[in-house]
């Protein structure tokens, strides 16, 4: 068992980023027996869940005419727009039956602020709008974080990078993570976790 100042967070493994999902992540489900022996591993364990309203901003059908995967803007920054996924209580939002889900501590729920999407698990998208993730784990006397799931270029890179920004020592196991790559967006991602200091492993 690792010591109490490591945290695992486990990212987003749901139906909807799995294989069959409706924003499937090529080996999405791959991955689930590594995070399995990393949950056993670890004495502090987090999981978040993507969990949208149906209204959800980041939905392309509630932007007429627009195309999945097109881009918009946000008062905050550049979206991309997505399929519709993770709708709160929907089968698609539920983590993958695989996971040793059960073995969490924690499920921080992200997205569920229909005007604002949530790809970290620190804070919304505008980079401000805190989860409560950072005062969980520090409280509990971590220090130093284990990063793991879907999407490696979306939601496990924006909870990197904001773990680095908040001080923790954070690593990626690129092994248990599968990424969505939009026009070359794994290579920017971790060309961005390395200049934050993030270890790739
Ligand atoms: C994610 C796109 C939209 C992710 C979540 O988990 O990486 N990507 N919502
Ligand atoms: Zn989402």
Redesign the pocket.
């Known amino acids: 068992m690792r010591p109490e100042n490591e945290a695992l967070v486990v990212?987003?493994v749901q139906n909807d980023?799995c294989p069959g999902g409706a924003?499937a992540v090529a080996g999405g489900d791959a991955i689930i027996p590594e995070i399995n022996a990393l949950l056993r591993d670890y004495a502090v364990r987090v999981l978040t869940q993507?969990w949208h309203p149906a209204s959800h901003a980041?939905f392309a059908d509630n932007h007429p005419g627009a195309a999945p995967f097109s881009m918009t803007e946000m008062p905050y920054g550049p979206q991309?727009l997505?399929p519709v996924?993770?709708v709160q209580g929907t089968p698609g939002a539920a983590f993958h039956p695989g996971l040793d889900a059960d073995l969490g501590d924690l499920v921080i729920r992200k997205?569920f602020r229909p005007g604002i999407?949530s790809?970290s698990a620190f804070f919304e998208n505008d980079r401000t709008t805190p989860t409560g993730l950072d005062g969980y784990l520090r409280s509990r006397g971590v220090s130093s974080l284990m990063l793991v799931?879907?999407?490696t270029?979306?939601?496990?890179t924006y909870s990197a990078l904001d773990a680095a920004r908040l001080g923790f020592a954070v690593s990626v196991k690129m092994s248990a993570c599968r990424a969505?790559d939009l026009d070359g967006s794994l290579a920017a991602a971790c060309q961005q976790m390395m200049q934050a200091g993030v270890d790739l492993i």
């Open positions: 990212v987003d980023f924003l993507d980041s991309v997505w996924h993770c997205g999407d790809y799931g879907l999407a270029d979306f939601c496990v969505i």
